[in-house]
């Protein structure tokens, strides 16, 4: 493809690369790109209807799974299945790149309504917990991730 992917700033700073959407995959997946800075984590969480596989291309994160810690590092790929409560974060001494596959595909709507459009802009952290509940997250707060 030729065209440059789509880019947004999440909460803490994360870059996000939009590379294949919905209309590329026909609905099967979303692919991004994403690079969050030393000490980005996100809650326990769940996608409702939706897996993610998380590859890791750049850095150390630590994924909370299942009841299970598990310690990624460059190379490394692990899978979430839908429904199934996940937490993550960087962990490693500077910042890292990730590749997300969402399926099927739609996740990525969520990024572009609740991203901002440059890091310099501000991430209305309301606007992107409502955008998350539309596009089937539930943050789990009191989860005993293991």
């Known amino acids: 493809m030729d065209e440059?992917?789509?880019?947004?700033?999440?909460?803490?700073g994360v870059r996000t690369e939009i590379h294949l959407d919905r209309v590329d995959t026909q609905g099967a997946f979303c692919l991004l790109v994403?690079?969050?800075?030393?000490?980005?984590?996100?809650p326990p969480h769940v996608h409702h209807g939706v897996?993610?596989?998380?590859?890791?291309?750049?850095?150390?994160?630590?994924?909370?799974?299942?009841?299970?810690?598990f310690r990624l590092v460059p190379g490394q790929t692990i899978h979430v299945p839908a429904d199934m409560?996940?937490?993550?974060?960087?962990?490693?001494?500077?910042?890292?790149?990730r590749v997300l596959i969402f399926s099927p595909a739609g996740m990525e709507e969520f990024f572009l309504q609740a991203g901002a459009p440059s890091a310099e802009a501000e991430v209305d952290g309301a606007a992107v917990v409502a955008a998350a509940v539309r596009h089937g997250w539930e943050f789990v707060p009191d989860a005993v991730q293991g």
Request: glycine letters at 16%; charged letters at 15%.
């Open 4 to 12: 440059a992917p789509s880019v947004v700033w999440m909460p803490g």
């Open 34 to 42: 994403d690079h969050p800075p030393v000490g980005w984590s996100l």
């Open 51 to 69: 897996a993610e596989t998380i590859h890791i291309v750049d850095g150390e994160f630590e994924l909370m799974l299942g009841g299970r810690r």
């Open 85 to 97: 409560i996940h937490s993550t974060s960087n962990v490693g001494a500077g910042p890292g790149q």
